[in-house]
């Protein structure tokens, strides 16, 4: 089956800056790439996707691409704000078969 | 649409009892998933069902654990004779054929 890796597993960042979280996939026939964004004792939501037809797609301040080739997707924030602060997933879809990394706690710093 | 909804929130029960999940995935949705999440940790797969199939189950125990999702009502996930290891938050979502997945609140399963 497919198996996500996901990198960092903690990120913390001063506000403004920045943050790059980055995924691999191993089965390339993995089509689909949702971003789901975890706060506290809450439910996974999703916040932004890509198709394997795309190679970028951005929304407001958020941002993710994909290399088919390499097999690696990666979710970009920028000026990041204390409401960023959260738990954030890849996930890799292939013929509705959603499998998930293991997370990416980010902290933005005031 | 009043999104993925799942009874109970809050769960509570005794080692050897049964626990009942329920899912009710949104309106249309062929697809339900079921998650398990220890706290700080991530969501780990445990099946994925379509209507009165179990099409994926590689991440559940093949013990006391089984999953259904009848053709009428709510998915189900069924833990038998549960043991404190089985204390976590299981979430379930739900998708239309190859489109995003939404999330349930979650059910906090807590064995004492």
């Known amino acids: 089956g497919e198996n996500v890796e996901q990198h960092p597993s903690t990120l913390s960042v001063q506000e403004g800056d920045s943050a790059v979280i980055k995924c691999t996939y191993s089965d390339s026939a993995s089509n689909y790439f949702p971003w789901y964004k975890q706060e506290l004792g809450k439910r996974p939501q999703l916040i932004i996707d890509?198709?394997?037809?795309?190679g970028e797609k951005k929304d407001q301040r958020i941002a993710v691409t994909l290399n088919k080739t390499a097999k690696h997707f990666s979710l970009h924030i920028t000026e990041t704000q204390p409401e960023d602060s959260a738990v954030y997933f890849c996930?890799?879809?292939?013929?509705?078969?959603?499998?998930f990394g293991a997370g990416t706690r980010l902290t933005v710093k005031p | 649409n009043a999104g993925v909804m799942q009874n109970p929130r809050h769960l509570v029960r005794r080692r050897g009892q049964e626990a009942r999940l329920r899912c009710s995935p949104m309106?249309?949705?062929?697809?339900v998933y079921w998650y398990r999440q220890l706290p700080e940790e991530g969501l780990k797969f445990m099946v994925y069902l379509q209507k009165e199939n179990i099409i994926d189950e590689s991440g559940m125990p093949k013990e006391r654990f089984s999953a259904e999702f009848p053709k009428e009502g709510p998915s189900i996930l069924r833990i038998q004779q549960v043991v404190r290891g089985d204390s976590a938050a299981y979430f379930c979502a739900s998708s239309q054929v190859n489109t995003e997945a939404f999330f349930g609140q979650g059910t906090r399963l807590t064995v004492v």
């Open positions: 996930a890799a879809v292939y013929n509705n078969d959603m499998r």
């Open positions: 309106k249309g949705h062929s697809h």
């Open positions: 890509i198709r394997s037809n795309v």
